[in-house]
């Protein structure tokens, strides 16, 4: 069935299984965000303790699907990986450095003899959590204003801007989708944290959780109403079948009404946002983290269908209209697409797995006696 | 011919191989104790002796360490295909994506999954489910360097693709025969099977000190009985596949085997350098000795290389110039037709520009008499097609004759564990203690002679590495080259501390 499907099937496909590994991450992003609160909510050794060996059970699976959206582009979008991170370098060298320093901060931390000190691990995992979650919301925000590059007939990358990509989270819209996602990924990092750890005896300490989940929602809400708000009445890139790129009023706004599936995703997902944070501010559920989470996957998706579906080049070039990369002319050969399709019917098992693991683990919530230990971060 | 600024492109490459030299510091590491771990457990669990127990947990601690850096240093590997090789990215994604979106849907996965319950589950899951993810951590870590090995034996020896002139790019045309050309899996079994040498040494290496003080000496003398064994297999496979390998190479890349052995005039029975010194004016095509000083093997690189011992192994000058005798074609016609092919592309696609149908087809017709030989269009001089002879040398003859130095270590603390005195064999142990850093200089003359032994290709004989690079201002490779040597030494000081204290603590109650 997969090799008779033909290649624009394929090329859609494979944007929507770049779109939904990319907005796992987001959810994901939990771990980042966690990892800024620490300051915040903890207020003693064993609070730390709680918070790093929660968040530092769970940091390799949003790393691992970073590295996974990179590797499903690198294979499906090719001419979009060697044009973004050959052209806007810095800013993905920026961000591939935020997330080397945090790697190795939940192991190193409290291990004895480790040359620089707790503090300053726990600051590599808050530039982590903050520069590096807002460079890649302005990284993504360039789907929507564009980039500063030049393909010449072989496709090579020309960087017209200085910055090499640095420029992007001078944008506002760029800089405000990026500093909304550094308020969610604290929101979910709050949600989950009270989700996975126990907190007999310490009442002070999960209400300072709750309080930092509200908060952090109200300082998302004004870059959150700015991004839509903006998104919905910027002028957008669109292609005609000709394949010729122009500037679109209200493209993107034309596009949520083309697509009302998009739109009822993006709807549901800031409903689900919305009522996870109640609940945790105001319900004392723990288990809002399974509201905002599904609801942050699906503001994801919908950002990622908005920007390439509907004749929308989904990485426009502003230096050269014509440059811009759409699903169609960045992606691999139908060859390559159509065994990658067949690669990815284990994608559901592997999910399962995780789950399955995730649940086994997480049946007991995390106790303040299990990270008294020399193993625990 | 090519105005390419040779500066970017070298410190490109140097980046690449600073941060690849960096993690494959820890990789192998990872590969092979992550095998040892799920040994010392399923004795446990089979055995029930909490002593095996808490054994398998110290090495698990010095595993945990080893793998976070790793990490750190891999991700930057991935990344930097595209943000240093962004048009070798764009001309062979569709085929060298594919490993590493594979590698990461199946096999990073695995590991981080359960490398969570391998640490963090001694009470949360059962024995059982504990083992099993101990053993899925390692057969995680061993399909990651299938899908990663692939990749790179497919820069060796490009197979299962073809060149598109209407993008201007090599798509794929066969995924098994990428998965399963001979150089991948020569190329998998052998380092993998390196890495299991590696970490059965870092376990030698580390007991031996315990033994020479005189502390865990029941933990040690366990620690080596495993180690011993999984060393010496693994060092006998390793020299199996390293032959393999050598075969594969004189067959695909046969200017890298003539750079291993500093063969410049090709021969017939040609002799197998067993140690030399290179005379470091030698030039490709002169009349000078390559050697100041060598012992050669008679007949035993065209043995290695051919199977026969009286066959011919071309030379560097051969494949250069050419052997018409031998029917071995040169660089120098290699060029003449690639360029052409080059010439022929740019019609091409000028013609299609102009939407000159007739144009775009004859030129179209012209290019495929010569596409194969595309890559060396873009060439200089012929001689810039030899890799640096005297680096691939030394690096092939250092890391030879440490493999055949380890399995006499390893069968060496197997003889005197079996005579119960390995305690007590004191000219043995500090050559143990030692021996974890002669593993590390294979490990790492090993890739310099795969990589190096590549130059000037990022493709064998398809792009060179200064059409592969990103089109970028050399200032900023320098700017981030410096940032991750920076980044990387201080935090491999930070594993060298935590790494020797934990070592210093010990295990607990054994």
Redesign the interface.
């Known amino acids: 069935m997969i090799s008779n499907l033909d290649y624009g099937t394929l090329q859609q496909l494979w944007w929507i299984i770049c779109s939904l590994v990319g907005s796992l991450f987001l959810f994901l992003t939990f771990v980042q965000g966690g990892n800024t609160l620490l300051w915040q909510v903890a207020k003693n050794d064993v609070e730390s303790a709680l918070v790093m ?1 929660s968040l530092g ?2 940091w ?2 949003t ?2 699907t ?3 959206f ?7 979008f ?2 979009f ?7 806007a ?2 800013v ?2 920026l961000i ?2 935020t ?3 945090q ?2 901060s ?3 931390r409290k ?6 000190g707790a503090r300053v691990y726990e600051s590599f995992l808050l530039i982590n959590g903050t520069v590096g979650v807002l460079l890649i919301g302005a990284a993504v925000g360039t789907f929507f204003t564009g980039s500063n590059f030049i393909l010449n ?7 017209t801007h200085p910055l ?1 990509g640095l420029e992007a989270a001078f944008s506002l819209f760029n800089l405000s989708l990026g500093l909304f996602l550094v308020f969610n990924a604290r929101v979910l990092g709050a949600m989950y944290l009270l989700n996975n750890i126990d907190f007999s005896a310490m009442d002070g300490f999960e209400a300072r959780i709750r309080k930092a989940a509200w908060v952090n929602f109200l300082c998302s809400l004004p870059f959150l109403l700015y991004v839509l708000a903006s998104l919905l009445l910027r002028q957008g890139f669109g292609v005609d079948e000709a394949g010729v790129v122009s500037m679109v009023a209200n493209k993107y706004l034309l596009n949520l009404l083309a697509m009302p599936l998009v739109l009822g995703l993006l709807l549901l997902g800031l409903v689900l946002v919305i009522l996870g944070v109640l609940a945790t501010a105001f319900k004392g559920s723990s288990r809002g983290i399974w509201l905002a989470g599904p609801g942050t996957v699906l503001v994801g998706l919908a950002l990622f269908f908005t920007a390439g579906f509907n004749s929308t080049p989904f990485y426009p070039s502003v230096a050269d209209l014509q440059s811009s990369l759409t699903i169609f002319n960045a992606s ?2 139908r ?2 697409l159509t ?2 399709t067949y ?2 019917l ?2 559901p098992f ?1 999910l399962a ?2 789950v399955y ?2 649940r ?2 997480d ?2 919530k995390l106790a303040a006696h ?1 990270v008294a230990n020399d ?1 625990a971060y | 011919m090519v105005d390419v600024d040779l500066s970017l492109v070298n410190w490109s490459r140097a980046q690449f191989a600073l941060t690849a030299m960096y993690h494959w510091i820890f990789v192998p590491l990872t590969l092979g104790l992550s095998f040892l771990l799920a040994m010392f457990e399923s004795i446990y669990v089979r055995t029930g002796d909490e002593k095996w127990k808490a054994l398998t ?1 110290f090495w698990m ?1 010095l595993f ?2 080893n ?3 790793g ?3 891999g ?2 590997l ?2 930097q ?7 070798y ?2 001309m062979v ?6 490993p ?7 096999a ?10 391998m ?3 001694w ?3 059962s024995k059982g ?1 504990h083992l099993f ?1 101990t053993w899925m951590v390692a057969v995680g870590s061993s399909l990651s360097a299938v899908w990663i090995l692939v990749a790179n034996a497919w820069m060796q020896h490009p197979v299962g693709m073809a060149f ?1 002139p209407e ?3 090599f ?3 066969n ?1 098994w025969a990428v998965l399963f050309s001979p150089i991948a899996m020569s190329k998998f079994t052998h380092a993998t099977s390196s890495g299991f040498l590696l970490a059965s040494l870092f376990v030698v290496t580390i007991s031996s000190w315990y033994l020479l003080k005189g502390r865990h000496v029941e933990m040690a003398k366990r620690s080596i009985v495993v180690a011993s064994v999984f060393g010496l297999l693994a060092s006998v496979y390793v020299g199996f596949t390293g032959d393999e390998a050598a075969f594969e190479n004189a067959q695909k890349q046969p200017m890298k085997l003539a750079a291993f052995e500093g063969l410049y005039k090709g021969e017939q029975g040609a002799g197998l350098v067993a140690a030399g010194i290179m005379n470091g004016d030698k030039k490709p095509g002169d009349s000078q000795a390559p050697f100041l000083f060598e012992v050669k093997l008679p007949g035993l690189l065209s043995l290695l290389a051919n199977r026969e011992s009286g066959s011919f192994v071309p030379g560097i000058d051969d494949l250069v110039y050419g052997n018409s005798e031998q029917n071995v074609m040169g660089v120098v016609d290699k060029m003449k037709m690639g360029r052409l092919a080059v010439a022929d592309l740019a019609d091409f ?1 000028q013609a299609r ?1 102009e939407k000159n149908e007739n144009g775009a087809s004859d030129a179209l017709t012209r290019f495929n008499i010569n596409k194969e030989f595309l890559g060396y269009g873009y060439l200089n001089t012929p001689e810039e097609a030899v890799p640096p002879v005297s680096t691939v040398f030394y690096s092939f003859h250092i890391m030879v004759i440490l493999g055949g130095f380890f399995p006499v270590l390893f069968l060496a603390y197997l003889f005197y564990t079996l005579k119960g005195r390995i305690g007590e064999v004191r000219w043995l142990l500090p050559i143990g203690v030692s021996s974890y850093f002669l593993g590390l200089v294979a490990q790492q003359t090993g890739w310099v002679v795969a990589e190096v032994g590549r130059q000037p290709w990022a493709i064998q004989g398809l792009l060179p590495v200064k059409v592969a690079t ?3 201002a050399v200032g ?1 490779v320098q700017a ?1 080259f410096f ?1 991750f040597l920076g ?1 990387f030494t ?2 491999l ?3 060298i ?2 790494m ?3 070592i210093s ?1 010990g295990p607990e109650g054994i």
């Open positions: 060996n059970r769970k390799e699976i790393f691992t970073l590295v996974l990179g590797g499903a582009l690198f294979a499906a090719p001419k990986y060697a044009t973004s991170f050959g052209g370098y810095w993905w060298m591939l450095f997330f080397i320093v790697a190795v939940f192991e190193f291990k004895p003899g480790n040359l620089l007939a072989y496709n090579q990358v020309s960087w090499r691999s050969s060859y390559t065994a990658m690669v990815a284990g994608i592997v797995y995780v693991v995730w086994q683990m049946s007991q299990e193993e | 947990k601690t945990a360490i793998f976070a850096i990490v750190a240093t991700i930057i991935e990344f295909f595209g943000t240093n090789w962004s048009n990215s764009w994604g569709d085929i060298f994506g594919a590493l979106a594979i590698e990461g849907i199946f990073f996965f695995l590991e981080a999954t359960f490398f969570a319950v640490f963090f589950g009470n949360r899951v489910f993810s598109n993008t201007a790019r798509e794929m045309e995924f696609k520009l990103t089109n970028l900023n981030t940032m980044l201080l935090l000081i930070a594993e501390k935590i020797l204290k934990q603590i």
